[in-house]
C-alpha cells in the first residue's frame, strides 16, 4: 500500500464524476502523487470511494468540516503535516479554500513556499467543464453529452433487490437494483452495459430508471441482460451509454413488452455498431 507521506505533489478538490476537467488537474501530478478529496455532502456522481475507479494515484478523503474553518496558514500548515515532503500543489483556477472560502490559488501561491500549479478552465466545443454541468445533463437524459464531459460512461453501482416478480413471466428478465447514494438520470429506458458481481467483462444491456406507471408505480433501476440469462448475487453495475425513450404509461402488460422487446433492439443494433 502506498505511504501517501512519501507523496511530493498533491492535487486538492471535490472530484465529483472525476471529469475531463479533473484529469487535466491530474496530469500535472508528479510520479510520487496524492489526489486530496474534499468531501462537501454533495457527491452523487462518484459517491463514498468510487472515485478510485478513474484514477491510478492514491485518494485522500478529507471531511470539508474537518478543515473549512481554518484560515490560509493553518490550511498550509494542516497540508504539510499530512505530506511532510510536499513539494506542489495543484488545484483548478477555482478552487478555494478556508473560512468562507476567502483564499484562492493566489493565497495559495503567497503562502505556500513551494510550487502551486494553477489549471485554467477545460471546455469541450466552447462549454465549460463542472460536475453541476454534468448534473444538468443526466438530468435532462443528455447521457452522450454527460459521458463526454465526464470522459468516461456515467456508471451506477447498485445492491440487488427484488423486483415485482412478473418480468421474467410476464415481460422480460430484470436485474434490479439499489443505488440510492447516486444521481439517477431522467426517468426513461437507456442503452447500457452491465457488469454482474466480480465479472470483469460488461454485458450489453437495456436498463429502466424511473417509475413503473404502468403496474404498481414503485421506483426502479433495473436491467435485461442482452446475451443470455445471467445469474446475479449480489450487485451489479450499470454503465449508461445513450438515451432510448422516456418513460411512459402503457395501456396493458402485452404494450409494454412490445416496448420493451423494441428498447432491445434499439439498443443491440447501437451496442453492436459501437463493438465495430
Known amino acids: 500500500m502506498t505511504d501517501i507521506r512519501n507523496s511530493t505533489a498533491i492535487a486538492i478538490g471535490g472530484f465529483d464524476g472525476m471529469h475531463i476537467g479533473h484529469q487535466q488537474l491530474f496530469r500535472a501530478l508528479d510520479e510520487k502523487s496524492t489526489i486530496v478529496v474534499i468531501e462537501t455532502g454533495y457527491a452523487n456522481l462518484t459517491p463514498k470511494r468510487e472515485r478510485e475507479s478513474f484514477s491510478h494515484y492514491p485518494l485522500l478523503y478529507l471531511e470539508l468540516n474537518e478543515i473549512r474553518h481554518l484560515n490560509g496558514e493553518e490550511f498550509i500548515a494542516f497540508l504539510k503535516d499530512k505530506f511532510p515532503k510536499l513539494q506542489k500543489i495543484v488545484v483548478g483556477y477555482d478552487f478555494h479554500f478556508g473560512k468562507d472560502r476567502k483564499y484562492s490559488f493566489n493565497n495559495l501561491k503567497e503562502l505556500f513556499d513551494n510550487e502551486v500549479v494553477v489549471v485554467n478552465e477545460v471546455t469541450l466545443h466552447g462549454d465549460s467543464v463542472h460536475s453541476h454541468k454534468i448534473r444538468a445533463k443526466l438530468q435532462i437524459g443528455d447521457i452522450v453529452g454527460a459521458n463526454a464531459f465526464l470522459g468516461h460512461n456515467y456508471t451506477i453501482k447498485g445492491t440487488l433487490v427484488s423486483g415485482q416478480g412478473i418480468g421474467k413471466k410476464e415481460l422480460v428478465a430484470t436485474i434490479n437494483l439499489e443505488a440510492k447514494e447516486y444521481l439517477m438520470p431522467k426517468e426513461g429506458v437507456y442503452v447500457t452495459l452491465t457488469r454482474i458481481d466480480d465479472e470483469e467483462h460488461f454485458h450489453p444491456s437495456?436498463?429502466?430508471v424511473g417509475h413503473r406507471i404502468t403496474t404498481d408505480g414503485s421506483f426502479?433501476?433495473?436491467?435485461?441482460?442482452?446475451?443470455g440469462e445471467v445469474i446475479c448475487k449480489e450487485r451489479a453495475t450499470i454503465?449508461?451509454?445513450?438515451?432510448?425513450?422516456e418513460n411512459r404509461k402503457f395501456d396493458s402488460l402485452d404494450e409494454l413488452k412490445k416496448a420493451i422487446h423494441k428498447d432491445i433492439a434499439t439498443a443491440s443494433k447501437e451496442l453492436k455498431f459501437l463493438q465495430l
Open 206 to 208: 437495456v436498463s429502466f
Open 220 to 227: 426502479a433501476l433495473e436491467s435485461h441482460i442482452l446475451d
Open 239 to 245: 454503465s449508461f451509454v445513450s438515451f432510448i425513450r
